[in-house]
């Protein structure tokens, strides 16, 4: 008997068998797109630290509107947004459409399609604008929406100057009556600099969906429902291991799960030994993937207060971290309040904070105590010193 495929995907960006949490929420948006009844539903923001599911969640919403007809634009908030969508998003969705509706827009003269009722070009008679082309695909769609994803916003003000006139252009669409849903995906913070930009104020009266760690029962269930359609079962030891070692951070389960998985494809249970094989393997692997570039990323002062958390073993309370770093009471609330935005710390108690991402915590810990990974070391080449040139 061969290794079965894990059914776990850790990979970036691919959907999960099984996903974890926010079930609601995704039933009500999947019910848009078979009614378009939008209600509150036209635009969505997504927020999260990295890994915690924001990508998988708009892969799944992508994949439910292709299933009910919808056009799918996705792209990322990086330069050239507006460019890209309307040189080559909107094209690409063009020729996917069906023969009858793109007919239906050579009457409109927006585009120029061939013989075959294929785009060959946009007709520039008039500046083409974003605004236009998604009321014109929209009409000529007629019960279908069209859903966009934008993943990866950022809070650089170049970034955020295009995407503020994106968000215009959505906006008129809207108000000429197209059947748009927009979904902008990101850290907390760099969505709250998105509202503050002029031209989105339709966006702040998006729909907030925020992804944090999933409860330990949920945990249990994506774990249990996953590897069960993939044919095979958990020891509850093992179980239980994989539950506690992932503290319900999306990437984490999947990263553990596939570990476990492949430790002996072979066997009809995922064993405590396999559990034990993933807990060493995925924990240095977030460690080298997510925390060490999530910590890297933090200015020499969230580091510092983040420091005066590691201190501690559990929660730390505040009055605390302003001892340690030596400031007023103000000037920590600033930074607490920045890291809290940024989903790297959590209210824990009145007075009290905590760590958002499992082991951030442990990881300070050793970097401050200037303690080494078990595979860092010079690999043997003390012995071997490079010889002095001629």
Do not use: C
Request: no cysteine.
């Amino acid at each position: 008997m061969g290794s079965a495929p894990s059914p776990f995907t850790p990979g970036y960006g691919r959907k999960p068998v099984v996903f974890g949490g926010h079930l609601t929420e995704l039933d009500e948006l999947r019910e848009v797109f078979e009614t378009l009844d939008f209600g509150e539903n036209h635009s969505v923001l997504a927020s999260g630290l990295r890994g915690s599911g924001k990508t998988s969640f708009l892969t799944t919403l992508q994949d439910d509107a292709r299933a009910s007809g919808w056009v799918v634009i996705s792209d990322d908030a990086s330069a050239g947004l507006m460019g890209r969508l309307m040189d080559s998003a909107i094209p690409g969705a063009l020729n996917e459409l069906e023969p009858d509706i793109r007919s239906r827009l050579i009457s409109l003269g927006i585009w120029q399609f061939n013989a075959q009722i294929e785009y060959v070009d946009r007709h520039r008679e008039v500046k083409p604008q974003l605004r236009t082309d998604l009321v014109a695909l929209s009409e000529a769609l007629g019960q279908r929406g069209i859903l966009i994803t934008i993943d990866e916003v950022s809070s650089s003000k170049v970034r955020l100057r295009e995407l503020s006139k994106f968000a215009l252009q959505v906006s008129h669409a809207l108000t000429d009556g197209a059947q748009v849903m927009v979904v902008f995906a990101g850290v907390k913070v760099s969505l709250d600099a998105l509202l503050e930009q002029e031209h989105v104020t339709f966006l702040r009266r998006s729909r907030e969906v925020q992804f944090q760690r999933l409860s330990a029962h949920e945990t249990r269930r994506v774990f249990v429902d996953t590897a069960r359609i993939g044919g095979r079962e958990i020891e509850d030891d093992a179980l239980n291991l994989l539950v506690a070692l992932s503290q319900g951070y999306p990437y984490l389960v999947q990263l553990a799960g596939d570990y476990a998985w492949r430790n002996n494809g072979t066997a009809p249970r995922i064993t405590l030994e396999d559990a034990t094989v993933a807990h060493t393997k995925a924990i240095r692997a977030v460690e080298d993937r997510v925390i060490s570039r999530v910590y890297r990323d933090l200015s020499d002062r969230d580091q510092e207060f983040l420091q005066a958390m590691a201190e501690d073993d559990d929660r730390t309370r505040v009055a605390d971290i302003v001892k340690r770093m030596g400031v007023s009471p103000q000037y920590v609330q600033v930074y607490k309040q920045r890291l809290i935005n940024s989903g790297y710390v959590r209210p824990d108690g009145h007075g009290f904070v905590s760590f958002s991402l499992p082991y951030l915590g442990a990881y300070i810990q050793r970097q401050m105590a200037g303690a080494e990974s078990e595979d860092s070391g010079d690999g043997g080449w003390g012995a071997y010193p490079a010889p002095t040139l001629p």
